[in-house]
């Protein structure tokens, strides 16, 4: 039987970047276990999109921690720039009624407060900065320039290979059955029938997240719903910016090397709870509805061809944000998932606090507010600035 100080569940970004937090502060013997391989659940799926653009003090500051870590990832962990491929061509957020116009306004006035430096754009100044977008029924928008997209297979290979050079065993292609309690504390994890100790387990597995506290007893409002994203072949590059509508629920962008990846949000989104339940299979309906979106804000991609279509899952909360933290119910035992669409944009930033969080550190940015009791005592923590 193998004993390690501590254990995490979930090879996405927010379990790796756990990892390699940890293990900079020398926290002792520490495994990462990944049902599939490092990357392979929701992070791998994901538009990937990075932004500042939050309409709450909270969620701002947080992302601007996050923001910071990103643009300086690449040199952190010793990984090619090129690879990560961090590429800051900005967002550019779009209002399609006077009431969201209004709305986008007042939130830049909390980014600027925070230092987040997004611009407000009169539909004028949006069409002769960016003279490809059709904007009929737009009312304005709001530019940011540091917000952008990093690859998120190479994000969290970086750190899963950082991890593994400061020694954090990570085994790929395991499966954890369950976790394993003993006189009301957190004992390890239950693999192939056996059992691995562990001081304290964080579990980071996304969707599947809920699943797992089952089996120690714990009810988490946590479930996977499907959404789906297209890429297109890639054409000469032509405009820079992720453009997304929250009220639509669209986002667009061309990546660097000239293709366009975007998605819309669900018509009817389905909550699913039990992991056997979880559906990956791409729609033709995604695709009318994207194709329509996509040619109608940006006409020239009428013509493109569509390489890829695929589906992952949000992990969705009531308040669309994440869970962290220490459950009480079972001490020893943490969690840190649903990101609602946002996991891989917070993933540094939520690395970071879990680590102290778990190795009781103050920590330096407040984030118990994201813990699992808020639903209970009714303590939602609100975010308007969701896509879809």
Known sequence: ???????????????????????????????????????????????????????????????????????????????????????????????????????????????????????????????????????????????????????????TFAYARAARRLGVEIREWTRVEGLVQERGKIRGVKVNGELIEGEKVLVACGAWSSHLMKTVGVEIPLWGEKHEILITEPLERAFAPMVISFSIGYYIQQRPHGSFIMGIGPENPAHWHDPRDFDFSPTWRFLERMSQAATSVLPMLKSVNIVRQWAGLYEMTPDAHHILGPIDEVPGLYIAAGGSGHGFMFGPVVGELMAEWILGETLSYDITRLNYQRFQKGELVREPAVVG
């Open 1 to 155: 039987m193998s004993t390690y100080d501590i254990i995490i569940v979930g090879g996405g970004i927010t379990g790796v970047a756990t990892a390699y937090e940890l293990a900079k502060k020398k926290a002792g013997r520490i495994l990462l276990l990944e049902k599939e391989f490092v990357s392979a659940g929701s992070t791998g799926s994901c538009a990937a999109g990075i932004r500042a653009q939050f309409g709450t003090e909270f969620n701002i500051g947080l992302m601007k921690r996050s923001l910071d870590k990103f643009e300086h990832l690449a040199r952190e962990l010793d990984y090619p720039e090129d690879k990560i491929e961090l590429w800051q061509g900005g967002y550019l957020v779009l209002a399609y009624s006077e009431k969201e116009w209004e709305n986008l306004k007042s939130r830049v006035e909390v980014q600027h407060r925070l230092g987040i430096m997004t611009e407000i754009l009169t539909v004028e100044e949006i069409i002769a900065r960016f003279p490809q977008l059709n904007l009929n029924g737009v009312y304005g928008g709001t530019f940011h320039q540091r917000d952008g997209h990093a690859d998120p297979l190479h994000t």
